[in-house]
């Protein structure tokens, strides 16, 4: 009992720093495909407007 009320504690709080690591993650990760599609699209525009990519 004691063992299994210990593990539970320790579990809760893990997953209390658990939960915004990953979400902080899943937002970066989020943000950084966003960017880099815009970004290409923005090459694929300049590559269109001069016709030397």
Same mark, same amino acid.
């Given at each position: 009992?004691? !063992? *299994?009320?210990?593990?539970?504690?320790?579990?809760? &709080?893990? #997953?209390?720093? &658990? #939960?915004? &690591?990953? =979400?902080? !993650? &899943? =937002?970066?990760?989020?943000? #950084?495909?966003?960017? !880099? =599609?815009?970004?290409?699209?923005? #090459?694929?525009?300049?590559? *269109?407007?001069?016709? !030397?990519?």
């Amino acid at each position: 009992m004691v !063992t *299994r009320r210990a593990w539970n504690k320790e579990g809760g &709080i893990s #997953l209390r720093l &658990i #939960l915004p &690591i990953a =979400s902080f !993650t &899943i =937002s970066r990760l989020l943000l #950084l495909a966003a960017v !880099t =599609s815009v970004k290409g699209e923005v #090459l694929d525009f300049f590559a *269109r407007l001069f016709g !030397t990519f």
